[in-house]
């Protein structure tokens, strides 16, 4: 993946400045940075959520600026969002479900064969799958959102402070899974506040500061 002089802000206010980043297939990279550095923004760009002022978003010879949000899920970029933004009143299968949604119709695995590898990630997502998402524990619902990520087979995983408000075990287990993720050659870009966490998983640490790239 790579981005090129991306500009984007809401309103007339510039969050991202002239951002260039580089992504491998197969790598780890952390984005780390105060709040307001525009981590969060970026991960937006890059999943059509956010329209950059200018710019580009590249994936293996596609463009991906521009594009909406369903259309890059269709390309293999999926975003963990902070927050989960789990669907509460729907069971945990129900969310897997709806996110595979996009594979429907489509070649490749059947629905019910990627939600099994989930379940085999995740053996506590099995043992709750007719439990709704809003009564799981904070460390439960992460898994679920990155389940239902997996479900739409991604590329590239976007993930947007996992982390957070997590128990430290949760944290490592978690963390642990995205390694393994990566191992089999999922490509993950990170944001995290938790920049010891975080470097400790990543091939690679990028320093956002006030929109701009600072060091690598």
Same mark, same amino acid.
């Given at each position: 993946?790579?981005?090129?002089?991306?500009?984007?802000?809401?309103? +007339?206010?510039?969050? !991202?400045?002239?951002?260039?980043?580089?992504?491998? +297939?197969?790598?780890?990279?952390?984005? =780390?940075?105060?709040?307001?550095?525009?981590?969060? $923004?970026?991960?937006?760009?890059?999943?059509?959520?956010?329209?950059?002022?200018?710019? $580009?978003?590249?994936?293996?010879?596609?463009? !991906?600026?521009?594009?909406?949000?369903?259309?890059?899920?269709?390309?293999?970029?999926?975003?963990?969002?902070?927050?989960?933004?789990?669907?509460?009143?729907?069971?945990?299968?129900?969310?897997?479900?709806?996110?595979?949604?996009? #594979?429907?119709?489509? #070649?490749?695995?059947?629905? *019910?064969?990627?939600?099994?590898?989930?379940?085999?990630?995740?053996?506590?997502? @099995? /043992?709750?799958? *007719?439990?709704? +998402?809003? $009564?799981?524990?904070?460390?439960?619902?992460?898994?679920? &959102?990155?389940?239902? &990520?997996?479900?739409?087979?991604?590329?590239?995983?976007?993930?947007? /402070?996992?982390?957070?408000?997590? &128990?430290?075990?949760?944290?490592? @287990? =978690?963390?642990? $899974?995205?390694?393994?993720?990566?191992?089999?050659?999922?490509?993950? !870009?990170?944001? @995290?506040?938790?920049? #010891? =966490?975080?470097?400790?998983?990543?091939?690679?640490?990028?320093?956002?500061?006030?929109?701009?790239?600072?060091?690598?």
């Amino acid at each position: 993946m790579r981005l090129r002089g991306v500009r984007a802000g809401y309103g +007339a206010v510039e969050v !991202l400045r002239d951002v260039n980043l580089e992504l491998a +297939a197969g790598e780890i990279v952390t984005i =780390i940075g105060v709040n307001g550095s525009g981590k969060s $923004t970026l991960l937006k760009v890059i999943s059509g959520v956010v329209k950059p002022w200018s710019g $580009t978003v590249e994936l293996g010879g596609d463009t !991906l600026t521009g594009l909406s949000v369903e259309r890059v899920v269709g390309r293999g970029v999926v975003q963990v969002p902070e927050g989960r933004q789990l669907f509460g009143p729907l069971t945990v299968e129900e969310n897997l479900e709806l996110g595979g949604y996009s #594979r429907r119709g489509r #070649r490749g695995r059947p629905v *019910a064969d990627k939600m099994r590898e989930v379940f085999e990630l995740f053996p506590r997502l @099995e /043992e709750r799958r *007719a439990q709704h +998402a809003a $009564t799981l524990s904070g460390g439960e619902q992460q898994m679920l &959102a990155v389940g239902r &990520a997996l479900m739409a087979e991604p590329r590239v995983l976007l993930l947007d /402070e996992p982390s957070m408000g997590l &128990a430290p075990l949760v944290v490592r @287990e =978690i963390f642990r $899974t995205l390694r393994e993720l990566n191992e089999r050659g999922l490509t993950l !870009l990170l944001v @995290e506040q938790d920049a #010891r =966490i975080a470097l400790s998983l990543a091939h690679r640490g990028v320093v956002m500061e006030r929109g701009r790239v600072v060091m690598e």
